[in-house]
């Protein structure tokens, strides 16, 4: 157990919805990671908060979105919904930018 | 942008040592991991090296970085049906972790 908790396990939902994806991060780690794994292109990396502060970006679509609340804990918002974001999203957390902690993902699925 | 490759499948006897590699792109990457994957699990950190290191040793397994040829290998002794998983290479340099797209180890009993 690597103590990042992601929620939900699993998540199926239609077409053209949103959904929320949840964080919450090894105590005491102030950086949050998200990646997008998918068959095709692997372990993608979308965005990087450290202490609520959006750190980095990477190929994070802009129906994407991801926040770092006070707490710590972050989401991943996704919107307009296509079948070819179905995937498995994971969320890291360190406490310095060169390790990352991950938890067991959340599988997205889009009918 | 940092590319980190790795051949896709390796199937290994129960006993036998696993040597899964990975090359990279990016000379000045100063971190190297390598990270476990079990079906339906997340990524479980096993290791990682330093970049001024050439070699790294914990317990069964071995990690050799050859910075000149940009060359990063895992070598697992005496292998179990328990090592049985994809191993990703992954790389820092400024940014979070490139990972390679994984090394599906299969090990026959």
């Known amino acids: 157990d690597s103590g990042v908790t992601q929620t939900p396990k699993h998540l199926i939902t239609a077409t053209g919805q949103r959904v929320t994806l949840r964080c919450s991060p090894r105590?005491?780690?102030?950086?949050v990671y998200w990646y997008q794994q998918s068959l095709d292109q692997g372990l993608q990396f979308l965005i990087q908060y450290y202490n609520g502060e959006e750190r980095a970006k990477g190929n994070i679509l802009e129906r994407f979105s991801a926040q770092q609340f006070p707490d710590l804990h972050s989401e991943l918002n996704l919107s307009s919904l296509e079948l070819g974001d179905s995937a498995l999203y994971f969320c890291?957390?360190?406490?310095?930018?060169?390790?990352?902690?991950f938890g067991q993902g959340t599988r997205l699925t889009v009918v | 942008g940092e590319d980190v490759e790795q051949s896709l499948f390796l199937s290994v006897r129960e006993g036998d040592s696993s040597v899964i590699n990975c090359t990279y792109t990016?000379?000045?990457?100063?971190?190297l991991y390598w990270y476990k994957q079990e079906p339906g699990a997340g990524l479980q950190l096993l290791t990682y090296?330093?970049?001024?290191?050439d070699m790294k040793q914990d317990q069964r397994l071995t990690v050799l970085l050859n910075k000149k040829d940009k060359h990063l290998s895992l070598r697992i002794a005496d292998t179990q049906t328990g090592d049985s998983a994809i191993y990703f290479c992954a790389v820092f340099l400024n940014t979070p972790l490139v990972f390679g797209k994984g090394t599906r180890l299969s090990v026959i009993a």
């Open positions: 090296i330093f970049s001024n290191m």
């Open positions: 105590s005491g780690d102030l950086s």
């Open positions: 890291a957390s360190g406490q310095t930018n060169t390790e990352a902690f």
């Open positions: 990016d000379s000045s990457s100063t971190y």
